[in-house]
C-alpha cells in the first residue's frame, strides 16, 4: 500500500548483484570499498557531564573485522550506534567509504544491524523478517525470495522460513537475525554483543561460524563485545574502550604482547596479567629481592615506582630467597599445568587492577607435575624478556 | 436487597435479624451475612478434603466450583430461561408461543430505529473511540508532559455514564438565537452567525450527538491500553526496522500496528459489548425519545414502561444474541495470543 517511494538502490549502492547470480556482495571497484573511519566522533548524553563517547578515533579497512571491547559503560555500544545512525553524533565526524555519514539517517547509511536481542519482528514469519528491508526497498518479490532463500540455506535456516520467530530456539533466532543482516547485502556489518543470549557451548560454536562467515562474504564488520575472549578469537584488529576513550587499536597479538597501559594489560588475557606496583633501583626496578634489568631510557620520567606486569605464564617459579615471595592460596590444576593463585607475603606490595575491592591474587601458570601445596611459600619473578613495565601515576607502557 | 435475597433462603432463620431497619439490625444482617458466607465456604473446603487421591481431585474441583455453578444457575441461567421463554408468549409475556415478539422487532418502524440507532452505536463508537484513543497515544508518546496529557484524556472514564450526560446536556442545550446561551456549541454557533439548534431533537443528528458522549467516554479507555501496547514495543525492534529502512507511516502499518494487534482487538471488543448495551446516556439526554432509543434502552421501556414485558425480553434476547460473537471472537483471540 506504501511502497511508491520504492528504490532499489541506498545510498548510491546496488543493494543485490542480479549478474552474477548470487545476492551475496561482490565488489565492484571502488564504489564497494567499505571502510569505516571514526573521526574525532563524540557522544554526549543530554543531562551528562562527561561525554559517553570522546573524540574516538578508528580507521577500519574494507572487509576488516573490528572488534570493540571494554567493560560495560565503556562506550562501546554508543560507537556502534553512532556508527549505525542510532545515536547522535555531538562532535567529530563518521565516514562509510568515501561518504559522510555523520547527519545520514540509518537507512541511508547502508549498515545492517545484528541486536544482542535479535530484535526480529515476532509478526512475521522468519522468511519476511530476512526479507523485509528489502521488500520497503522495493525489491521484486522473486528477487527477494531468492536471496532469501540462498541465506538461509547458509545459515541451515531454510527448514523455518515459515515459522515465527517465537516457534525458534535462541540460537536459531540469533541465526535470523544474521541472516537479516546477510540478505540485505550491506556495506558495514554491525553486532552489537550477538552471542550473549547464548549459551556457552553454542556461544563457542557460532563465535566460530560467524567468524568464517564474515570472512567469506568479506564484508568489513564492527562487532561489539564486553567479553575479551571473543574479540581475541573472532577480530582481526581489537579496540579496547573505557570511559568512552579509546585505549588501543590493534591486532590481537599486538594486544597481548605489548599492551598500551595498564587498564589494556589487565582487561586483555585470561587469566589477567598480574600489575604490581615496585620501586623504581639502580639499573632497574626492585621485584621482591631481585633486582629486574630495565633500560635507564625507559625508565625516564617513570617517578620512584612503576609498575611491572607479567602475564601469568611468563612468571618463572625462582630458589628460595628469589624474587617476590607469595603465599599459596589456591591451586587450580588444569592437567598439563596448574595455576597457582597466591598474595605476596608482604603487606605493602599490592597488585593492581581488578574490578572490586577483593585482594587481588597473583597467578603464575606451573608445570602440572610440580605444583606448590596450599599455603607453601614460592619465589617468583618474571621473564624478563616477556615483562611490561608502565608508568605508576599515568599507566602507559614503558618498555617497549 | 440482601434482605429479601436472604428471606428466600431456607427457613428456620430469626426473622427479627433480617430487618434492616435499625443500626443494630444492619450490623447485625452484616455480621450474619459474613459468617453465613464464613460458613459455606468453610462447608465447601471440609467437604473438598473429605476427597483424597486422583480421583478424589475431580470430585474436589466440581465441590469447589459448586458454590460458584449454583449462583450462576439462579442468578443468570434461570432468568435467561425465563426470558427467552418470556419472550416467546406474545407482547405480554405469558400468552401463546409465537415469534410475534421478533417479528414486530424487525417489521414495526419505530423499532426498526432503534435497531438502526443500535446499529450505528455499535459501528461508530468503537472505532472512532479506538481511532481517537490510538492516534492521541500515538501524538504524546513521549512527549513532555505525556502523564497529565494522558489523565486529561482518561479523566472521562472516571464520571458516571449520567454525569456524563448530564454535562454534555448542558453542552447541547439550546435557547433562542436571541436570547443568552448557556449551551456551548449553541453559543459556538451564534458567535459564527449560525441558528441556534435543538441538536437533541433533531434526528438523525441527535443519535451522533449520543454518540459523542460515549466516544469522549471511550477514547480515554482506549488510549491507556494502547499507549500501554505502544511502549511495551522493544526499542530494539523499532530501531531494526528504522535500519531497515522504515519510517513514519509505514513504521506504523508494518511495525507498531501488527505489535498492538492484541491489543486493539481487545479494546474494540470491549468498547463494542460496552455500547451494546449502552443505556444511561440515551435514558438521561433524551429517554429515548426523538428516534434516539436504542436495543438496551428501548426494552427497559418496553418491559417496564408500556407494559410489554414480552417485546421487552425479546429485546434482551436480541441484545444477548449479538454479544456472543463479539465476546466468542474475544475469547478466540485471547486464546490465540497465549
Known amino acids: ?400 | 436487597m440482601v434482605a429479601t435475597l436472604l428471606s428466600a433462603a431456607p427457613s428456620g432463620i430469626p426473622e427479627p435479624f433480617l430487618r434492616a431497619e435499625s443500626t443494630l439490625g444492619k450490623f447485625m444482617l452484616m455480621f450474619f451475612a459474613i459468617a453465613f458466607f464464613a460458613a459455606v465456604f468453610g462447608l465447601v473446603l471440609f467437604l473438598a478434603s473429605l476427597f483424597k487421591g486422583r480421583t478424589g481431585e475431580k470430585a474436589q474441583g466440581a465441590i469447589f466450583a459448586a458454590p460458584a455453578v449454583l449462583l450462576l444457575a439462579v442468578g443468570l441461567m434461570y432468568p435467561a430461561i425465563l426470558t427467552i421463554i418470556q419472550s416467546l408468549r406474545g407482547k405480554s409475556g405469558d400468552g401463546s408461543f409465537s415469534f410475534a415478539n421478533y417479528s414486530a422487532m424487525f417489521t414495526q418502524p419505530e423499532l426498526l430505529t432503534v435497531l438502526r440507532n443500535t446499529a450505528l452505536w455499535v459501528i461508530l463508537v468503537p472505532f472512532l473511540a479506538t481511532a481517537i484513543g490510538l492516534l492521541y497515544a500515538i501524538l504524546i508518546d513521549r512527549a513532555r508532559g505525556e502523564a497529565f496529557a494522558k489523565a486529561l484524556i482518561f479523566l472521562p472514564m472516571a464520571i458516571s455514564m449520567v454525569g456524563a450526560s448530564i454535562i454534555w446536556k448542558f453542552v447541547y442545550q439550546y435557547k433562542q438565537t436571541d436570547r443568552p446561551q448557556i449551551g456551548l456549541l449553541n453559543q459556538i454557533l451564534k458567535v459564527f452567525g449560525f441558528e441556534t439548534r435543538q441538536f437533541l431533537l433533531d434526528a438523525p443528528v441527535n443519535t451522533l450527538m449520543l454518540i459523542i458522549v460515549m466516544v469522549w467516554i471511550q477514547a480515554g479507555f482506549a488510549m491507556t491500553i494502547l499507549s500501554a501496547a505502544i511502549k511495551a514495543i522493544p526499542d530494539d525492534i523499532i530501531e531494526a526496522a528504522r535500519l531497515d529502512g522504515v519510517y513514519g507511516l509505514r513504521m506504523f502499518r508494518y511495525i507498531t500496528l501488527p505489535s498492538i494487534r492484541a491489543a486493539l482487538v481487545v479494546v474494540l471488543t470491549t468498547i463494542g459489548i460496552g455500547t451494546l448495551k449502552v443505556f444511561d446516556i440515551v435514558r438521561t439526554m433524551t429517554a429515548g425519545q426523538f428516534e434516539t432509543s436504542v436495543v438496551a434502552n428501548e426494552f427497559y421501556n418496553q418491559s417496564f414502561r408500556y407494559d410489554a414485558p414480552g417485546l421487552g425480553a425479546a429485546m434482551a434476547v436480541l441484545l444477548f444474541v449479538l454479544v456472543i460473537p463479539i465476546v466468542t471472537y474475544n475469547i478466540v483471540q485471547m486464546r490465540k495470543e497465549a
Request: proline share 5%.
Open chain 1, 1 to 400: 500500500m506504501l511502497t511508491t517511494t520504492a528504490d532499489t538502490d541506498v545510498g548510491g549502492f546496488p543493494l543485490y548483484n542480479g549478474s552474477s547470480g548470487t545476492f551475496l556482495p561482490v565488489k565492484e571497484g571502488n564504489d564497494a570499498m567499505a571502510t569505516v573511519k571514526f573521526d574525532e566522533a563524540t557522544r554526549v548524553y543530554p543531562g551528562n557531564d562527561t561525554p559517553s563517547v570522546d573524540r574516538l578515533n578508528i580507521d577500519i579497512q574494507d572487509g576488516e573485522f573490528l572488534v570493540l571491547v571494554g567493560p560495560s559503560g565503556c562506550g562501546k555500544s554508543t560507537s556502534l550506534r553512532m556508527l549505525a545512525g542510532l545515536e547522535e553524533v555531538n562532535g567529530g565526524k563518521i565516514w562509510i567509504g568515501d561518504r559522510d555519514v555523520t547527519n545520514l539517517s540509518p537507512k541511508d547509511r547502508d549498515v545492517a544491524m545484528v541486536f544482542q536481542n535479535y530484535a526480529l519482528y515476532p509478526h512475521m514469519s522468519v522468511a519476511d523478517n530476512m526479507g523485509f528491508a528489502l521488500k520497503i526497498a522495493g525489491v521484486d518479490k522473486g528477487e527477494i525470495r531468492k536471496r532469501v532463500e540462498e541465506a538461509a540455506k547458509i545459515l541451515d535456516l531454510t527448514q523455518y522460513l515459515d515459522r515465527k520467530p517465537k516457534a525458534l530456539s535462541g540460537g536459531q533466532r540469533q541465526r535470523v537475525a544474521m541472516g537479516r543482516a546477510i540478505v540485505r547485502s550491506p556495506q558495514v556489518f554491525l553486532m552489537d554483543e550477538p552471542l550473549s543470549n547464548l549459551d556457552a557451548k553454542l556461544r563457542v560454536q557460532t563465535r566460530t561460524q560467524i567468524a568464517s562467515l564474515q570472512r567469506r562474504l568479506g564484508v568489513t564488520t564492527v562487532y561489539v563485545t564486553h567479553d575479551q575472549t571473543e574479540a581475541m578469537t573472532m577480530g582481526d584488529r581489537i579496540a579496547v574502550l573505557k570511559d568512552g576513550i579509546l585505549q588501543q587499536c590493534a591486532t590481537p597479538r599486538e594486544m597481548y604482547d605489548s599492551p598500551a597501559n595498564v587498564f589494556v594489560a589487565g582487561f586483555i588475557g585470561s587469566p589477567a596479567m598480574n600489575l604490581v606496583s615496585v620501586p623504581v633501583a639502580d639499573g632497574g626496578v626492585k621485584f621482591g629481592s631481585h633486582t629486574l634489568p630495565v633500560e635507564r631510557d625507559s625508565l625516564a620520567g617513570g617517578g620512584s615506582n612503576v609498575i611491572v606486569g607479567v602475564r601469568p605464564e611468563d612468571v618463572e617459579v625462582g630458589n628460595e630467597g628469589d624474587g617476590l615471595e607469595l603465599t599459596v592460596d589456591v591451586v587450580e590444576e588444569l592437567g598439563a599445568d596448574a595455576y597457582v593463585y597466591g598474595t605476596p607475603t608482604d603487606d605493602a606490595i599490592k597488585l593492581e587492577g581488578g574490578d572490586d575491592s577483593l585482594v587481588k591474587p597473583f597467578i603464575a601458570r606451573v608445570d602440572g607435575r610440580r605444583v606448590p601445596m596450599k599455603g607453601e611459600k614460592i619465589w617468583v619473578q618474571p621473564n624478563s624478556s616477556h615483562m611490561h613495565v608502565f608508568n605508576a601515576e599515568s599507566g602507559a607502557r614503558l618498555s617497549h
